[in-house]
């Protein structure tokens, strides 16, 4: 029995293993095509080409990332720089799991070209802590409001509800209401999180 359990735990590992290696090996071979094939002379890029090493600016930083063509701004966010706060669900733009703001309105990551961002200032849940870790209104008064119950929807509700408090301080539970409809929770912990918006725009 006890052999039985530690098969198990060294599949698991093995498992978690091979699958971080697959993504890292997977980084490596497309930054090691960008090497190869756009770093062996000065020529410019062919028309019509899309140049694969660019700078995100993403919670206030530069970061430079190397983003294939018809790459996602989820993919590129979680995958390459480690930003996994931002969460793919349905990777179809329906879910708002995944939601980040650009330039402080809210999209969905998972439907965002990475290409198309480069311009933007991008904010995940990550860049909402300030630097003495005090938390934003919003994700305290989740804590407060026991808003989350499995968590996983929690992140893109929180973006979206930043983006409200920022563009409305002082909203209705309609408008709060309206602010989060993009955003589905498979708990359907719905009034949990407007009340907890709600108290977050006293206290902010």
Do not use: W
Not at 13 to 32: E, P, Y
Not at 33 to 40: A, F, H, N, P, Q
Not at 110 to 115: E, F, G, I, K, Q
Not at 182 to 198: E, P
């Amino acid at each position: 029995m006890l052999d039985s359990i530690k098969n198990i735990k060294n599949y698991r590992l093995n498992r978690r293993k091979f699958i971080k290696n697959v993504i890292a090996s997977g980084a490596v071979m497309s930054s090691g095509g960008y090497i190869l094939s756009g770093c062996s002379d000065n020529s410019a890029p062919i028309n019509g080409s899309v140049e694969r090493l660019i700078v995100l600016k993403v919670n206030g930083k530069d970061r430079p990332v190397d983003v294939m063509q018809n790459e996602t701004l989820a993919m590129t966010l979680r995958y390459k720089l480690g930003l996994t706060g931002t969460k793919l669900a349905c990777d179809r733009g329906e879910c708002g799991a995944c939601t980040v703001l650009l330039s402080g309105t809210p999209h969905n990551s998972c439907s965002t070209l990475t290409h198309s961002v480069r311009n933007r200032e991008i904010t995940t849940i990550e860049g909402l802590e300030q630097e003495d870790g005090t938390l934003h209104p919003v994700q305290q008064a989740m804590i407060d409001e026991l808003g989350p119950q499995c968590g996983f929807c929690t992140p893109g509700q929180i973006m979206s509800g930043v983006a409200l408090l920022n563009k409305n301080p002082n909203p209705t539970r309609e408008e709060a209401r309206q602010a989060l409809s993009g955003n589905l929770c498979r708990c359907g912990a719905y009034d949990h999180y407007l009340n907890s918006i709600m108290r977050a725009s006293r206290i902010s």
